[in-house]
């Protein structure tokens, strides 16, 4: 109705009047059982010059971000990159605690493109998220169904065009909160000992 509402949960039976159900036969349905955290440090951060990546796009800079939760303002990502009109692959390995339907939550400005799959991610794969378009803050969903000790391969592509610069990386599920994907559940697509975690790494010169 437009003023009261009310709800109620009863049952009844043929030996049983009807009745609200008492708190005493109610349970919560209990937590699907956690994997421990993992041991990871983080993606690969792969900085470019410009809006698109090829084949022959050299690098800025190369670290591993240990979550992706930053927000820039009108700041450079580091001396190597500029302020403005820059992008970044992020990639590797997540792995899932629980066994459910994650939400995947990326927030940007500018641009973002997503993709969370169970093989290596190939260039013409279709991203989950595609919204590669100059705007304000705006955060985007999709739905992964993942398993608890399971590891999905990752990508994130993000571009800064202009003004403020900001990105954010998070997950969660019908029983968890929203949270930054930690460090621990992400693991770059090489062996750990190759790089240390926000290590920077010039590009060759040509």
Do not use: C
């Amino acid at each position: 109705t437009w003023f009261g509402a009310s709800a109620k949960l009863m049952w009844e039976s043929d030996s049983q009047k009807k009745e609200v159900i008492p708190t005493s036969q109610l349970y919560p349905s209990p937590l699907p059982q956690a994997v421990e955290p993992g041991n990871g440090t983080g993606l690969s951060g792969t900085y470019y010059p410009g809006d698109t990546i090829t084949a022959d796009t050299k690098p800025l800079l190369e670290r591993i971000d240990p979550t992706i939760d930053f927000d820039w303002g009108v700041d450079a990502p580091s001396p190597l990159v500029p302020r403005e009109n820059f992008t970044v692959r992020w990639e590797g390995l997540v792995t899932a605690r629980y066994t459910a339907d994650y939400t995947i939550h990326v927030l940007s400005d500018d641009g973002a493109r997503l993709w969370v799959v169970s093989r290596p991610i190939n260039d013409s794969d279709v991203p989950q998220i595609n919204k590669w378009v100059d705007r304000a803050p705006t955060e985007d969903r999709v739905i992964v169904p993942m398993r608890a000790g399971s590891t999905y391969h990752i990508r994130l592509d993000y571009f800064q065009k202009r003004f403020g610069a900001k990105v954010k990386l998070s997950w969660s599920t019908p029983f968890m909160e929203k949270e930054v994907i930690p460090m621990s559940q992400l693991r770059p697509p090489f062996d750990d000992s190759q790089r240390a975690v926000n290590e920077i790494i010039q590009p060759t010169p040509p």
